[in-house]
Every structure is written in structure tokens, then in C-alpha cells.
């Protein structure tokens, strides 16, 4: 591993100095961490959730299942990553929005969603989601009609959520390999709509 | 037999991840975070055990730097957070204690540039 001196921060010399202590201890190795890092960046992300969603749209009993027991729903398809133990999934409707937060720190559904968007972790949007959940929406460009209703899901260790968005007009006679390419990661959080 | 399986997830169809912004601003984050799952995988600690260490450390953080008072600052640093938590968790399973770890920085801190290794 080579580093570049002049940009160690304080932050990254105490990681620096620990990666080296747990080597040392043979507890794990270089290898391992760059492998662990590549396997959560390759393999475990919202492509998982969008597989999902797609697939709710196009049969009507996995949807159903999708809903009423997420954790169930997704065991087949034994998705890496984990934090997926009681997965509830919400649906959007012409009437709802649902959009999901943790308030306490970063819990997510890593093995549907991968791993956390930066502004997910942020002060800001955890605190303020939940107060003025409209105009944070807002901020982040999502416009939603005052009719609309709006649920706030606060992450636990217990439970994690995932919204299931709407499908877009005018996709109803596409496959499903063709839907999960309009499906984001965002409107699966819910902070957009398709 | 499950639907979608034959579906690749390094393939062409990757536009959910596309539209992704950078997970890690740093290599040490990345390294960081590859390491508390690492150790937890080797069965060291659960991840719910983690959690509580890190609630704590973004709790303490939210405290000391009210939201009001804050916007738009740049000393959050949620991996900086997260390292603290995992030094504390290392420290409660005597895996590394802080003094172990402020030697070695101190080491490190005083390599001369270009020779760290």
C-alpha cells in the first residue's frame, strides 16, 4: 500500500494506525479489507432492490408477499450484505409517499440498497425529515401535491424499510430486465419518484 | 427457481448504482468500514453490538453540534464517527487498547516523508 503523506489526515493516520495494529495481530490482512470493501461496492447494491420492484410490478402475488413479509420475500434470492433481517416494504400510491430515514445513525438495507448515500447520514436530513418532511422533499427536487400524504419511516435495529415506488406510465407492457433500469436508488428511499 | 437470478449484477444493467454518488470521500473510510465488518464476519462482535457503539459516538456528536447551530459545517465526518466507535468496541474486547494505538501513531507521525512503511 503506498500513501501519500502530504494528505493524512489526523482521521485517516488513526485508521492507518489500527489497519496496522490488526495486521500485526493476524487478525486480518490488506487483502481482506480491499476484498470485504470491492465485495459491498460490486455486489451488494440497489440493483438488488430494483430486481425486486420490478419484479412486483409485473406479478401481483409477489408483490403481495413483497408487502406483507418483505424478509420472506427476498430470502430466495439470498442477496449478500445483510441488515435485512425484518424488511418492511412500503408502497407508494397516488395518494402516499412513503420515504425512510434513520434518526439514530445510518441504518439501511444495505443488501437491497448497498450502502448509505451520503446525505442519508447526514445530521441535516435525519433530523429535519421527520419535522418538515415536504419541504425537505422539496429541497432535494421532489414536488409532492399537498393531497398527498406523507409517512416518515424511522429505521431501527430491528426494522429496515424500503419503498416500493410506482411504476411509471406507460410502462406497463415492458419485461422486466427493461423496467429495472428506470428504477433509482433515490426513489427507492424515497427522496424521488419515477 | 427464482426469477431475475440470470441477471448480472457487474453487467450493462447497472444504472441504479450508476446514478450512485461516491460512497467513501477517502481511502480510509473505505478501510475503516471494510475492517468493523471484517472483524464482526470473524465473529468478534455482532453488528448489533457495533451499532450500539456507534449510536453513541453520532449521539454524542449531535449533542455537542445542534443542527440549528451547525448548517453547513464541515466537521462531520460520519467515518471519523465510525472509527471512533470501533476504536471503543476494540478497546471494551481488549483486541486494542488506546494506548497501543497512540504509540503507533505517534510512530507514524513522525515517519519522515516518502518512508512509511
Not at chain 2, 471484517?38 to 445542534?66: S, T
Not at chain 2, 471494551?92 to 504509540?103: D, H, T
Request: proline content about 5%; aromatic content about 8%; charged content about 25%.
Amino acid at each position: 500500500m503506498s500513501h501519500i503523506k502530504e494528505q493524512d489526515t489526523p482521521q485517516a493516520l488513526r485508521v492507518e494506525a489500527l489497519e496496522s495494529i490488526l495486521v500485526e495481530k493476524g487478525l486480518l490482512s490488506a487483502d481482506d479489507i480491499d476484498e470485504i470493501v470491492a465485495r459491498y461496492n460490486e455486489r451488494v447494491g440497489p440493483l438488488n432492490g430494483a430486481r425486486l420492484v420490478a419484479r412486483a410490478w409485473k406479478d401481483s402475488s409477489f408483490r403481495e408477499l413483497l408487502l406483507r413479509d418483505g424478509s420472506a420475500a427476498i430470502e430466495p434470492y439470498q442477496f449478500e450484505g445483510g441488515e435485512v433481517d425484518k424488511l418492511v416494504v412500503v408502497a407508494n400510491t397516488s395518494d402516499v409517499h412513503n420515504v425512510v430515514v434513520c434518526t439514530l445513525c445510518s441504518c439501511y438495507p444495505w443488501a437491497v440498497l448497498g450502502l448509505p448515500p451520503r446525505w442519508y447520514k447526514d445530521p441535516a436530513y435525519r433530523s429535519r425529515i421527520v419535522r418538515e418532511p415536504r419541504k425537505v422533499l422539496h429541497e432535494m427536487g421532489l414536488d409532492l401535491d399537498e393531497k398527498i400524504k406523507i409517512h416518515v419511516w424511522d429505521s431501527s435495529a430491528e426494522v429496515r424499510y424500503m419503498v416500493l415506488p410506482m411504476q411509471p406510465e406507460g410502462t406497463e407492457h415492458y419485461t422486466e430486465e427493461k423496467l429495472i433500469p428506470l428504477i433509482t436508488r433515490e426513489s427507492m428511499i424515497g427522496v424521488s419518484r419515477l | 427457481m427464482v426469477e431475475g437470478n440470470s441477471l448480472d449484477l457487474t453487467g450493462n444493467l447497472a444504472p441504479p448504482m450508476a446514478n450512485g454518488e461516491l460512497v467513501f470521500d477517502a481511502p480510509w473510510e473505505s478501510r475503516v468500514f471494510g475492517m468493523a465488518r471484517l472483524l464482526c464476519e470473524q465473529g468478534f462482535y455482532d453488528w448489533d453490538e457495533f451499532r450500539e457503539y456507534l449510536i453513541a459516538e453520532v449521539d454524542r456528536w449531535d449533542n455537542e453540534n445542534p443542527v440549528e447551530a451547525t448548517n453547513g459545517n464541515q466537521t462531520y465526518s460520519y467515518y471519523n464517527l465510525f472509527s471512533s466507535a470501533l476504536i471503543r468496541l476494540l478497546e471494551e474486547k481488549q483486541i486494542c487498547n488506546s494506548r497501543e494505538l497512540m504509540g503507533r501513531m505517534d510512530a507514524f507521525e513522525s515517519r519522515p516523508h516518502g518512508h512509511d512503511h
